[in-house]
């Protein structure tokens, strides 16, 4: 029997919940039920928990440091016990394990008496065991960015999840922004044969320099001439999928909404394409004109004229 806080990987200084950690981790780690058919890990449970029942206990952990016992809890120099002694014996049938608590005077009972408590084992299973029910692995939530464009094409994007497991994620053409993508067992691990849960891929699409998303519509600020917005005219304008002709009506004022319709965010789930909503911005000239000026005081002195009337 190896020395128990090597077997446990825990120094002699740590605590009794250190020493109570370390075993929880290994025990489950190593236990039958998780490694069916590999007798190496049994045997490892069976030495992590014999550990346990000398470290668990602070007067076996004392004895034992003051050198009065050795690693399987027996009196130097005795060798009374045969090497089936502690909490966990092998079965003679299965070749699994059984539990073994002499509660008759050994001090290795349930607390009160000292040495390894089954409580501690149990809780690691929810209080069942080896017949604890199956239990599906919990959902993994990741989000990945993607661009306008490819929102609109469909794309690939790769993502790391929390478990350091990469996937390749397909992205379908006409995407919403947050969306979620369901990826089938590939969550975190299930429990006692459960099923493992799956990764819930949220898509978020990319600020663009000039398109704005709303649902499956597009906004777009269109800036227009003086003389577009009063003559009217036909001008070119960007979409999702290059560009189109669009005719300005004549005395169109600033902020006005011209829509195009279908180019938006193409049709996809069964939902139909979204619309493109063309905002009219009037840019003057950067250069002064004074020709324009001069116009414009004319229009002042003679043409005089509230557009905030409406405000109150």
């Keep these: 029997m190896r020395d128990p806080y090597s077997v446990l990987g825990v120094g002699k200084s ?43 206990d602070e007067k076996k952990r004392a ?49 009160g008496g000292g040495g390894f408590d089954p409580g501690d084992f149990f809780d690691l299973f929810g209080g069942r065991g080896r017949q604890r029910a199956a239990q599906r692995g919990a959902d993994i939530s990741e989000t990945v960015s993607i661009s306008l464009t490819d929102a609109v094409r469909g794309t690939s994007a790769r993502v790391v999840l ?49 398109f704005r998303i709303e649902g499956r519509d597009v906004r777009l600020d269109l800036p227009i001439t003086l003389y577009e917005a009063i003559l009217g005219g036909k001008v070119e304008v960007p979409t999702l999928t290059g560009k189109v002709e669009l005719s300005v009506p004549a005395g169109s004022n600033g902020g006005r909404i011209l829509r195009l319709r279908g180019k938006g965010i193409p049709a996809a789930d069964g939902k139909p394409a979204g619309d493109l909503l063309i905002a009219l911005r009037i840019v003057l000239p950067d250069a002064p004109s004074a020709e324009l000026e001069d116009l414009m005081r004319h229009w002042q002195a003679n043409r005089t ?8």
């Excluded at 994620?169 to 099923?195: F, M, N, S, W, Y």
């Excluded at 004229?305 to 109150?312: F, I, S, T, V």
């Design 63 to 111: 004895q034992f440091d003051r050198g009065e016992i050795d690693a399987e809890g027996k009196p130097r120099g005795f060798e009374g016990f045969g090497a089936g002694a502690g909490p966990f014996r092998r079965g003679a049938g299965d070749g699994g394990f059984n539990f073994d608590f002499d509660v008759g005077g050994g001090g290795r009972g349930p607390r």
């Design 162 to 210: 929390p478990t350091g497991k990469q996937l390749d994620v397909a992205i379908p053409a006409g995407i919403e922004d947050g969306k979620t993508i369901r990826l089938k067992g590939q969550g975190h691990a299930g429990q006692g044969g459960g099923p493992p849960g799956d990764a819930m891929i949220i898509v978020r699409i990319a600020r663009h320099p000039f």
């Design 14 to 56: 740590s605590s009794a919940d250190d020493v109570k950690k370390a075993f929880r981790k290994l025990a489950k780690k190593y236990h039958p039920d998780q490694n069916t058919g590999d007798p190496k890990a049994q045997e490892r449970f069976a030495e992590v928990s014999s550990a346990y029942e000398i470290l668990g």
């Design 305 to 312: 004229y509230d557009p905030r009337k409406d405000l109150g």
